[in-house]
């Protein structure tokens, strides 16, 4: 359970999910923990760390709102774990890697509430650091073929992510899968403000040929079988990529 210290309903949880984190957590709960809106409730749901994440956790402990470490089949295993205790009206996902823009949450707070009669969803921009250079992308709801954000840059009403959980016969698509059954019925709101910086070295980029095999399944049974297309093609590309990869590795 939450050891809460806000109102429930008007509070904004923000859940890391994390295994063996230590190289870039402790920036990301700075970045959370020291943001000027003062109505976040943070929780972190660690893997069953074996390196300095615990330590790390423990050291920010009076700072967090609730935190769990235990074995999980992985990072939406742990993100649905994170969803049952879910008790705000809103929900935010930050990676273990992302660090949040200064003031955030305070920036976006009016978005949220002004629009909260007419979107269930809210996606934000993001930016990727690779070393010292830094790409913002701004959401897309019109590519359908691909996610409109990263996942950490949305925000979900807690009631539609209890409802619309991930599906773990999808290890690394799935936030694809699920924000197409969240399109199909509910209203997605966009707004171009960059919420957070990621990186580009994350459980996704660490196997992009499984993650680009996913979104071709999701596509071609569930999306259009046109946009399955496009992922088979990324598909192909990729193989040859890690191809060209291994062959130079060996000389």
Not at 61 to 88: F, H, R
Not at 92 to 104: E, G, M, P, Q, Y
Not at 151 to 176: G, M, P
């Amino acid at each position: 359970r939450y050891r809460s210290r806000h109102s429930c309903w008007t509070a904004l949880p923000i859940f890391t999910v994390v295994f063996n984190g230590e190289k870039y957590l402790r920036e990301t709960i700075e970045s959370v923990i020291n943001q000027t809106y003062d109505n976040v409730e943070y929780v972190i749901i660690d893997g069953g760390s074996t390196d300095g994440t615990i330590d790390i956790i423990k050291s920010y402990e009076d700072k967090l709102d609730y935190w769990i470490s235990e074995p999980d089949n992985g990072i939406y295993d742990a993100m649905n774990k994170a969803i049952d205790t879910v008790t705000g009206k809103w929900v935010n996902f930050i990676n273990s890697s992302d660090t949040l823009n200064k003031n955030a949450y305070n920036k976006v707070n009016d978005f949220l509430v002004k629009n909260s009669n007419k979107c269930d969803v809210f996606v934000f921009g993001y930016s990727i650091k690779n070393n010292n250079t830094m790409t913002d992308y701004k959401p897309n709801l019109n590519k359908k073929w691909k996610m409109p954000s990263s996942h950490n840059s949305i925000i979900y009403k807690s009631n539609i992510i209890k409802e619309y959980k991930f599906n773990l016969n999808f290890k690394y698509a799935c936030d694809f899968e699920q924000i197409n059954k969240i399109k199909e019925v509910k209203n997605i709101c966009k707004n171009d403000f960059i919420l957070l910086t990621g990186r580009d070295d994350g459980f996704i980029m660490q196997n992009k040929f499984q993650s680009i095999l996913e979104y071709f399944q999701i596509c071609w049974k569930n999306v259009n079988k046109m946009f399955a297309f496009y992922w088979l093609l990324r598909l192909i590309l990729e193989f040859f990529l890690l191809r060209i990869r291994k062959i130079r590795r060996n000389v």
